[in-house]
């Protein structure tokens, strides 16, 4: 079975850095957008950042600067180095994969989330 598997999150101060990290495994046969979206209480889940199979990228304007994603095909894994924390940048960060596996047709996966909660 596919899963995204997240980790990295934590409590940081303002101005601080976090690394979060996504591998997705299972019986993956390709992976063409990976990234990251996040969610805080009470409000939808946003765009962070992805980065499709070509290496383009799109970014929320919220954190262009300060966030860098970047993945490693043949770990099928994703990354997000975040940079200059700000306290507007908590919430549950979640990992996305459309991706396609062994007997299913290309979908969709998410991650379980991970928190990420910026001090003040």
């Known amino acids: 079975q596919v899963q995204l598997v997240e980790s990295g999150g934590g409590l940081v101060q303002a101005g601080g850095s976090l690394r979060l990290s996504c591998a997705a495994s299972?019986?993956?046969?390709?992976?063409?957008?990976m990234g990251w979206y996040r969610q805080a209480p009470g409000k939808q889940r946003e765009l962070v950042t992805t980065i499709n199979s070509g290496g383009r990228i799109n970014n929320a304007d919220s954190v262009k600067g300060r966030f860098t994603i970047s993945r490693d095909n043949a770990k099928n894994t994703v990354y997000l180095q975040m940079d200059s924390l700000k306290p507007e940048d908590t919430a549950v960060y979640y990992c996305?994969?459309?991706?396609?596996?062994?007997?299913?047709?290309?979908?969709?996966?998410w991650g379980q989330g991970t928190q990420v909660t910026v001090s003040s």
């Open positions: 299972g019986s993956i046969v390709s992976i063409n957008n």
């Open positions: 996305y994969a459309d991706l396609a596996a062994v007997w299913a047709q290309r979908r969709g996966y």
